[in-house]
């Protein structure tokens, strides 16, 4: 059954759980109202209720994704777009500070989150002698728990054991953390089921999670050496793996990109996803706008959505596509580059000799209801909708619903051109500042409910899929020197996209770690996994495109120096990562 969750946060920013001299944290549900239609869901509703927040641009979303070498943020235009006082830069060349905003705002909503799964377990813990449903639902949060651990875990290197409100948290790192988070997973996954969608923590999630927190022990062990994965982890992962593999649950989708649409939900790929179905005031379409250009507007019903002239993608991740395919154009060999949602007529796509001033008759025709942008990685000049100049929102078509589609003009600083994303993108280079710089990614299908192309975003944020099961899966086999199966698994993959038949991948005649770690590229680019899989494969400390630090200490963030003052009350409570 679908709930909806409304939920009222007095402020955020008091609830940062790190200002308090004895470390204590608020008792946050007092502020919150839960309309939900059980006692025990109004428990468990707060504490799902900051995931979409917290996965934005702003926070855990530009943190993974701009600290890896798969999307570059420059400063754009006069230099001030996007500069936001360097705090991109600064995760993108691996030079981040104490008092980065990005990773300070991600820690608040981390420990917000952990703190609301505190607090329901508290409520919940006297209802579940006696009500099945309470008792389901503390081994949901305890689950959910372990999870916020583990990111906890990932980002800096540490974790809180709290088990209620009146208590200081006990900060635990390396292989303690790893042994507390197994334990609470392995303590409830058999309580648990997978009736409630990928919204909710299940027993399947559970499996993954414990998968994912086996395949990276070696480095949560050892943060800043070299990772070593022991047969026994790996014979873990293969395990909780084939736990969700042979349960029959799950299935590939044939369509790739419909893993990423609005209507994503029933998706049968999805295992655990942060449901934004319920239409909450934190819902977003961020990861449909960010990285578009500023003159897309990817809905001719809204005229006001478009994008921002974000992140595009390096120029070092996109040769990766180019060194596995060769002459033949990725777009037309690999189902998961990019998808083709309108065509421009062959008599069109020629623009010599046009130029925007004398373009007027250069366009062709689209249905309104159902136009939508091309998706994947967008190259070259782009075709859109256009604002018109006698006030209607778009040129229209010659009949009622259509619209007319023209190359895409940006004008911005004096100057009138067409928006032409080119593939070098750089942070040096003093005029490399056009907003158009840079190839973009239309991964999530741009919201049907976002008239503002900011919020109200109805797609599930996919968090774990079965395509990181198997490939999780074939990881483990592969360090134990099966390249057979790990083959078998990749392969599996890459022929499941098959709504598209000219372009679904073809298989792959071998296996190693190098072509096993480009196709986690391929498959889960600007997703969630690049740096904790370039971390794993030792590809971290890489130079490319603008980035040349190679300080293994900066594999973990640092602690916000917020944080560290917040503890200074308690001596050595608290300490700061390594070469911070």
């Not at 414990?210 to 050892?222: D, E, K, S, T």
């Not at 893993?259 to 655990?272: C, G, P, V, Y």
Request: charged share 20%.
């Amino acid at each position: 059954m679908k709930n909806k969750f409304l939920i009222s946060i007095l402020s955020v920013s008091a609830l940062a759980l790190v200002g308090c001299t004895d470390l204590e944290e608020l008792v946050i549900d007092e502020s919150l109202e839960a309309q939900t239609t059980t006692p025990v869901e109004s428990f468990v509703a707060p504490a799902y209720g900051p995931l979409p927040d917290a996965f934005t641009h702003t926070k855990n979303y530009g943190l993974q994704l701009i600290s890896s070498d798969q999307a570059i943020l420059p400063p754009r235009g006069s230099g001030n777009d996007w500069y936001d006082g360097g705090k991109y830069i600064e995760l993108y060349q691996h030079t981040t500070t104490t008092t980065n905003v990005v990773v300070q705002q991600t820690w608040d909503a981390m420990r917000l989150m952990l703190s609301r799964t505190v607090t329901a377990l508290e409520k919940l813990r006297p209802l579940a002698a006696t009500d099945p449903n309470a008792a389901k639902a503390v081994a949901e949060m305890r689950a959910l728990r372990a999870y916020y651990n583990m990111l906890m875990l990932d980002y800096w290197g540490i974790a809180f054991k709290k088990d209620n409100t009146g208590q200081n948290s006990e900060i635990l790192r390396r292989q303690e953390a790893i042994s507390y988070i197994e334990s609470e997973f392995l303590a409830v996954v058999n309580d648990l089921d997978n009736t409630k969608g990928p919204g909710r923590m299940s027993q399947a999630a559970v499996n993954g999670f414990l998968a994912q927190l086996y395949l990276n022990a070696g480095v949560y062990r050892n943060p800043y050496g070299a990772p070593s994965f022991a047969t026994g982890d790996m014979d873990k992962v293969i395990e909780y793996t084939n736990k969700i593999i042979n349960s029959g649950s799950y299935a590939l989708s044939s369509e790739y990109f419909a893993i990423f649409d609005d209507n994503n939900h029933s998706n049968k790929e999805l295992i655990f996803a942060i449901d934004q179905r319920q239409d909450l005031a934190t819902s977003h379409n961020r990861l449909g706008y960010w990285s578009l250009s500023g003159s897309q507007y990817p809905l001719a019903a809204f005229p006001k959505a478009n994008g921002t002239d974000g992140p595009a993608i390096t120029s070092d991740f996109y040769n990766t596509w180019v060194q596995a395919y060769g002459s033949t154009d990725p777009a037309q060999a690999d189902a998961r580059f990019y998808k083709e949602n309108f065509t421009v007529p062959a008599d069109k796509k020629d623009l010599t000799g046009v130029t925007p001033a004398n373009d007027s008759e250069h366009y062709f025709l689209v249905n309104g209801a159902t136009y939508e942008i091309n998706r994947g990685i967008q190259r070259g000049i782009q075709w859109g909708l256009r604002n018109a100049s006698n006030g209607q929102p778009f040129q229209p078509g010659t009949l009622s619903g259509q619209y007319r589609i023209y190359p895409i003009i940006e004008q911005r600083n004096g100057f009138v051109n067409y928006v032409n994303h080119t593939l070098e993108i750089d942070l040096e280079n003093p005029n490399n500042k056009d907003y158009t710089d840079g190839y973009r990614v239309s991964k999530y299908q741009f919201s049907r409910t976002s008239d503002s192309g900011r919020n109200r975003g109805n797609a599930d944020i996919v968090l774990l899929r079965l395509a990181d099961i198997y490939l999780m899966r074939a990881e483990a086999q592969l360090r134990k020197g099966n390249a057979g199966a790990a083959l078998a698994d990749v392969n599996l993959v890459r022929a499941s996209r098959t709504a598209r038949p000219s372009v679904t991948p073809p298989a792959l005649t071998l296996i190693n770690l190098d072509l096993l770690y480009r196709e986690r590229g391929f498959e889960f680019y600007w997703e969630y996994s690049r740096r904790t899989d370039m971390i794993r494969f030792g590809h971290y400390e890489d130079p490319y495109t603008s980035k040349t630090n190679a300080d293994v200490r900066k594999r973990l963030f640092p602690i916000p120096q917020s944080a560290i003052d917040g503890a200074s009350a308690e001596p050595g409570y608290l300490v700061q990562n390594e070469g911070y």
